[in-house]
């Protein structure tokens, strides 16, 4: 493989889904999403696991007694997404059997979690992402990704953020700067299909 196409390796992909809990959706800016992005979601995961790539369901969840709060959680002196409650639930729509839960409590996906030896054992070398939400928890799970070399393709359909400039400011710059992909949910469906042809000749 030449030093050029590095970044387009999505030959052992994963799939990252991202947040989509009750909590994050009951922003006004992101409800307007939901049925979009859970129908994408979906398709998703189904087309992932007829071509082999495992999914992976990634849960931001909080404890009470603030020892997992963030900086600005403990400055303004309330938490969220707590364990236990409907709020740090999926949304009821998504189908994720056969999903590899990861609880994060921060924005990236990779931030004090198991991740990166879930991705090792199954030998998974890039990722796709989708959920919520773009310019936060997307962003960062994709830098952390970028450091870790791993090639990264954002399902763009599958994605939103409470801040639409916002986060069409962040797909420019995971585009720009990390050489990430921009893909739609067909897109993605049909790279995968492809791949699995390929396997079967």
Not at 34 to 43: G, H, V
Request: with cysteine; hydrophobic share 40%; net charge negative.
């Amino acid at each position: 493989m030449g030093a050029t196409d590095s970044t387009s390796d999505f030959r052992h992909p994963a799939l990252l889904l991202i947040d989509l809990q009750r909590g994050f959706f009951a922003d006004p800016g992101l409800t307007a999403w939901r049925q979009q992005i859970t129908a994408n979601c979906n398709r998703l995961a189904a087309a992932a696991a007829r071509a082999g790539v495992p999914v992976f369901s990634v849960r931001t969840v909080h404890k009470e007694d603030r020892s997992t709060w963030t900086l600005k959680m403990l400055e303004d002196g309330q938490g969220y997404l707590f364990e236990g409650t409907a709020k740090a639930g999926y949304l009821e729509e998504l189908e994720l059997a056969g999903a590899i839960e990861v609880v994060k409590r921060r924005d990236s996906a990779f931030w004090n979690t198991e991740l990166t030896t879930l991705l090792l054992q199954r030998r998974a070398s890039s990722l796709v992402l989708a959920g919520v939400a773009t310019d936060t928890c997307i962003r960062a799970t994709a830098s952390d990704a970028f450091a870790a070399n791993l090639p990264v393709a954002v399902a763009t359909d599958a994605c939103a953020s409470p801040d639409p400039q916002a986060g069409q400011n962040a797909l420019e710059y995971m585009s720009t700067q990390h050489r990430q992909k921009l893909m739609d949910t067909e897109e993605i469906i049909y790279l995968w299909t492809r791949q699995e042809e390929r396997k079967c000749h």
